[in-house]
């Protein structure tokens, strides 16, 4: 919590808006998974938004719902780790 705040285990996506609207900066050096500073990962621009677009392309077909009756939990680390296994039933979405 003292990286990212007290509040960090809300869903607040205002958090990485601006009073102006635009996207809030935030260091590359707080996301450990590319290394920091002068040696860090070359991929980690074409990785990034190939993982976005992958992402972008699953959610467009698929529905994912968390199944009910599930509690969602999760254990704070340097990567934020579920504490059980997250169950969610997937739909394919109607064209």
């Not at 467009?60 to 680390?77: A, I, L, N, P």
Request: hydrophobic letters at 35%.
């Amino acid at each position: 919590a003292g990286i990212w705040g007290e509040d960090c285990r809300e869903f607040k996506p205002e958090r990485w808006i601006t009073e102006r609207g635009g996207i809030r900066y935030v260091p590359s050096h707080q996301f450990t998974t590319f290394s920091g500073g002068p040696r860090s990962c070359l991929g980690k621009e074409v990785s990034l938004i190939q993982l976005k677009m992958v992402v972008a392309a699953i959610l467009w077909r698929y529905k994912f719902q968390v199944v009910e009756g599930h509690r969602v939990s999760y254990t704070m680390s340097t990567v934020l780790q579920m504490e059980n296994e997250l169950r969610v039933s997937v739909s394919r979405r109607s064209t």
